[in-house]
């Protein structure tokens, strides 16, 4: 629970991203295998995407139906695809590729920071 706290005060504060806090957290400290830690971080972060969602539309939030619909889409697509992925490969390589995205992903958000 204080791991909990902890992420969702950082996360509130600084915009980080709390899925991957989550997965640290469940695979480090909580030694769960690293299938069910991405889904049960997936799925809380979910739960709370909608939350914000709605809290959003409910104080008057403009919402633009194409480009949502277009993300939702999108977003479907991907977490059926890297499931299937996910399912058919070892933990090992699974390892491998999820700390190489995280690295791509790091690399871009520091390049973007100092690029524009």
Avoid: D, Q
């Amino acid at each position: 629970m204080v791991c909990g706290l902890g992420i969702g005060w950082v996360c509130g504060f600084t915009g980080s991203g709390g899925g991957v806090l989550m997965l640290t957290v469940f695979t480090l400290l909580l030694g769960y295998n690293l299938k069910v830690a991405v889904g049960t971080s997936t799925m809380i972060m979910t739960v709370v995407a909608l939350v914000g969602a709605v809290s959003h539309v409910a104080m008057g939030a403009v919402i633009h139906p194409l480009p949502m619909l277009a993300i939702v889409a999108c977003c479907l697509l991907a977490a059926w695809l890297s499931a299937r992925f996910a399912n058919r490969c070892e933990i090992t390589r699974l390892n491998k590729v999820i700390g190489v995205v995280l690295m791509i992903l790091g690399a871009f958000t520091i390049i973007m920071k100092y690029a524009v």
